[in-house]
């Protein structure tokens, strides 16, 4: 199990040592000598939790809080302000900062370990249920919030560079009568094994396949050129056919298929990310009215997308 | 050696850890480059250690690209 880790602020190399033998046994302990080390080593080391001075030299421990809060990969690490200072006001302001403990120096060791735990335990669940409410319970894939997340902060990143972004729309086809006729408990299987493959399609770390809703899926794919995600679709749809799952109440085919729609746009500060799910939401739909166990896809201009 | 570079580059603690077990396995080779490798070390100057570090590595025979 992997020992969390833990950054020791302090401008007092023997503060940090007194805290780090209090510490270093139960867990990974980075440190830092000044504010500005300590948001280079905390976007660099990602801790699970850090113990601030308030009082150092050039950015203070006020303003390392101010910053680690404000940065959104950082801002749920917990923070300890650990502070010689006695003072109700500076216990205060380190709270409304933001931190989520306070412990004057010296430290006592009994205390500071418990209190590191409490909160250590406490991050761990925050990040479980963080976790779950991202993530879909029958397939394990994310969920639709985390569709909305993902492709709001791809469009974002990828709005730096005009860059391309294509999104696909999966549905089962004729999945309400796959579970009249073999239950649902059996629809739930079918589910499960079509997200296991979807998910073995995404090749690229940064592609995510994601449970839309029902019987639907959706694929975010930055960085592909509209054919490159046509042609991804397409594997998907040979992926999930060659699964053989018997369906004999489809119209199309005696097994489990699924029908895509396919869109790319270039990304533009301008144009919200919702308009690419729209957009393949329509091609879904074009792909339905061709005859389903099909893809069908566009290039939208960004003039295109934004009007959808 | 390697291991100690990383955790020095991570501003890591237990590279002090890492160092007593390099010292010893160096059975007194490079004492010259041991000494100011523990104190900066000891006095938490991770710059230095990492000077220091380097310079044994060269003394050992030790190439930058063998220790990464």
């Known amino acids: 199990m992997r020992r969390p880790n833990i950054l020791i602020v302090d401008d007092e190399v023997s503060n940090i040592e007194i805290i780090s033998a209090i510490l270093e046994d139960d867990h990974e302990v980075c440190f830092a000598t000044s504010g500005e080390e300590a948001l280079q080593v905390a976007r660099a080391e990602l801790p699970d939790l850090i113990l601030l001075d308030v009082l150092m030299p050039g950015i203070d421990g006020y303003e390392v809080c101010r910053q680690l809060k404000a940065d959104a990969v950082l801002a749920d690490v917990p923070v300890i302000f650990t502070t010689a200072l006695g003072d109700q006001e500076a216990e205060v302001k380190g709270l409304e900062l933001g931190a989520i403990d306070y412990v004057t120096k010296p430290v006592a060791p009994v205390i500071l370990r418990a209190r590191v735990r409490n909160h250590l335990d406490m991050k761990r669940m925050r990040d479980e249920l963080a976790e779950l409410a991202v993530t879909d319970a029958l397939t394990g894939l994310g969920n639709r919030r985390c569709l909305e997340t993902r492709l709001a902060q791809e469009a974002a990143r990828l709005a730096a560079r005009g860059e391309m972004l294509s999104v696909i729309i999966l549905d089962v086809d004729f999945f309400k009568r796959f579970n009249d006729l073999y239950g649902h408990a059996e629809g739930d299987r079918c589910l499960t094994m079509v997200a296991a493959a979807l998910n073995r399609a995404m090749h690229r770390s940064n592609h995510l396949a994601v449970r839309y809703g029902g019987e639907e899926f959706a694929c975010i794919l930055p960085g592909l050129a509209h054919e490159e995600a046509m042609e991804m679709a397409r594997s998907i749809l040979t992926r999930i056919q060659a699964l053989g799952i018997p369906h004999s109440a489809s119209d199309i085919a005696p097994h489990v298929t699924v029908t895509a729609g396919v869109a790319t746009a270039a990304c533009r500060a301008e144009v919200e990310p919702q308009r690419w799910i729209v957009a393949a939401d329509r091609q879904l739909y074009a792909a339905k009215a061709a005859g389903r166990n099909t893809v069908s896809g566009r290039f939208y201009d960004a003039v295109a997308l934004a009007e959808l | ?68």
């Open chain 2, 1 to 68: 050696m390697a291991e100690l570079e990383d955790l020095l580059a991570r501003r890591s603690l237990r590279a002090r850890r890492v160092f007593e077990a390099l010292e010893a396995a160096l059975q007194g080779q490079g004492a010259a480059e041991i000494a100011p490798l523990r104190a900066a070390l000891g006095a938490l100057d991770y710059a230095a250690a990492a000077t220091a570090l380097t310079a044994l590595a060269e003394t050992l025979g030790l190439a930058k690209e063998k220790t990464a």
